[in-house]
């Protein structure tokens, strides 16, 4: 069901103050928006479930994690001196 559906489905059942303060809220997110919005000029926002819905939803269903913790355990070490500060002489360029 779509946004749109949904909101006359729970509209039918809505007392009428409800519905007035809905609307004038409704009328007042339309004065905000700019005059053409890209969205229904690219026609992607359309009434009806698209297929860009359908990829949208299997993207996020395939998703799997970039890295996964442990799998290199003991890979490497980091020394006891590490947060110590570095000596003048690495600094200096000296040996």
């Known amino acids: 069901m779509t946004p749109k559906q949904q909101l006359l489905k729970e509209l039918e059942n809505?007392?009428?103050?409800?519905?007035t303060a809905v609307l004038n809220f409704l009328r007042f997110l339309k004065?905000?928006?700019p005059p053409t919005d890209f969205a229904e000029f690219a026609g992607i926002a359309a009434d009806d479930y698209s297929p860009i819905d359908n990829t949208i939803e299997n993207a996020e269903r395939d998703r799997q994690p970039k890295r996964k913790?442990?799998?290199h355990p003991d890979a490497f070490v980091i020394s006891d001196d590490f947060n110590e500060p570095l000596l003048d002489s690495f600094w200096l360029g000296e040996e």
Not at 14 to 19: A, M, R, Y
């Open 69 to 71: 913790p442990g799998l």
């Open 31 to 33: 004065a905000k928006q």
């Open 14 to 19: 809505t007392p009428t103050p409800l519905v």
